[in-house]
């Protein structure tokens, strides 16, 4: 099963709520918190208050997305508010290994891992096995809206294959300008998750039909 994931970063923040419960009705899996700290990322977005408020609006999990540089100071307080995920980058840890595991054996949540465009895939291997999710981005993060980069097609295909000999329970997810022309080429590379803020909060069709779209568009195209 393919799994989308609104990125709230797009949506209409003057209602929110409405915009979660929107998406969810018309199939979403989970909802994706992108947190920018203005340092790992030359942008702002937002904290745990966020989360906070999401809880009791939604049933779907919440997946937070640390785009941030030191993100143990912030795994307890989104943890409390009610994320169902923490995914922190790579980049900012020299062995990810303790943090992962402190998400999921200390704090009980999802362990995601992510990096970004120019980090070689391999270099995620020996961490695989303590991952619940491998996030690989399709952008350089820091911004909706972005073009997702050709090259991450043969990303994903490389990480499918790592995935799959080292822990086929881990899931595979891509961030980064997914929509209806993208979102074929990183299903059929293997990707089983996928975050997409624009496409979805953007659409002149309206968040439902997008979010419908999406999830028909994976599945045909999806990984055998
Ligand atoms: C990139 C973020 C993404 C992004 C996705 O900085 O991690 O989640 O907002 O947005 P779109 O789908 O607009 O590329
Ligand atoms: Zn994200």
Do not use: W
Not at 15 to 22: A, F, I, K, N, T
Not at 193 to 217: C, D, I, K, N, Y
Request: glycine share 10%; net charge negative.
């Amino acid at each position: 099963m393919t799994a989308i994931a609104p990125s709230i970063l797009s949506a209409d923040f003057s209602r929110l709520g409405e915009q979660v419960r929107e998406v969810e009705a018309a199939g979403a899996d989970r909802i994706h918190v992108d947190v920018m700290d203005g340092h790992f990322v030359p942008n702002l977005s937002m904290g745990a208050v966020v989360v906070k408020g999401l809880r009791p609006v939604t049933r779907l999990p919440l997946e937070v997305h640390l785009m941030v540089e030191h993100p143990a100071r912030f795994l307890d307080g989104f943890a409390a508010a009610g994320a169902d995920t923490l995914i922190v980058h790579l980049e900012v840890l020299d062995d990810p290994r303790p943090m992962l595991r402190r998400i999921r054996d200390n704090l009980g949540r999802k362990a995601g891992l992510a990096f970004n465009p120019d980090v070689p895939v391999g270099s995620v291997e020996p961490f695989l096995g303590d991952a619940d999710l491998a996030l690989c981005m399709t952008v350089f993060p820091g911004f909706g809206g972005q073009a997702y980069i050709p090259g991450s097609t043969d990303r994903v295909r490389a990480l499918r294959r790592m995935i799959d000999r080292f822990n086929p329970g881990c899931e595979l997810e891509v961030d980064g300008g997914i929509d209806p022309r993208t979102i074929p080429l990183a299903a059929g590379a293997g990707a089983g998750v996928f975050v997409s803020g624009t496409a979805v909060f953007g659409a002149a069709s309206g968040p439902a039909e997008a979010v419908r779209e999406l999830h028909r568009l994976a599945e045909a195209a999806r990984f055998p």
